[in-house]
């Protein structure tokens, strides 16, 4: 991570102040946090790297819950509504519908299962940290 106010690298993730100029970490919009280029003041995202700077280096959803919903919940994308991947979540309980709509034929139900296993491996690699910041990018909070 790097000071927004200078761009120096930080000794650790768990610095609450610069080493070089001060400013305790969070503070400043003239630098990228995440790969330390200056940005542009009021800059939604980065150029460089392309990472969101609102809310960068906050702790964003919890990763227990955000698991937990992919795993019992994920055929419905709740998961994803809650990280705040809309697009992924409404495609997720479309397809569900639909497949449970045409659940008297064979398609629906391996439409439905394909949807529940998808759900379930993002549940999955949400608790282990593959998947590892929501919507925002904000790291997910343990």
Same mark, same amino acid.
């Given at each position: 991570?790097? @000071?927004? /106010? *200078? #761009? &120096? ?5 768990? !610095? $609450? ?8 970490? %969070?503070?400043?919009?003239?630098? @990228?946090? /995440? *790969? #330390? &280029? ?5 800059? !939604? $995202? ?8 609102? %809310? ?27 990280? %705040? ?58």
């Amino acid at each position: 991570m790097y @000071c927004k /106010n *200078c #761009g &120096q690298q930080y000794v650790t993730d768990e !610095a $609450v102040l610069c080493v070089k100029c001060g400013a305790q970490k %969070g503070t400043g919009s003239n630098f @990228c946090p /995440n *790969c #330390g &280029q200056p940005t542009q003041p009021g800059s !939604a $995202v980065c150029l460089n790297c392309g990472v969101s700077l609102a %809310g960068f280096g906050e702790k964003g959803k919890s990763k227990l819950v955000a698991g937990l919903l992919g795993i019992f919940l994920g055929a419905f994308g709740v998961h994803n509504f809650y990280l %705040g991947y809309t697009s992924k979540a409404v495609i997720q309980l479309v397809c569900t519908i639909v497949g449970m709509a045409l659940s008297c034929i064979v398609v629906g139900f391996f439409v439905v299962a394909g949807i529940e296993i998808w759900g379930f491996v993002e549940g999955i690699l949400i608790l282990v940290g593959k998947i590892d910041r929501d919507g925002n990018g904000r790291l997910l909070a343990d």
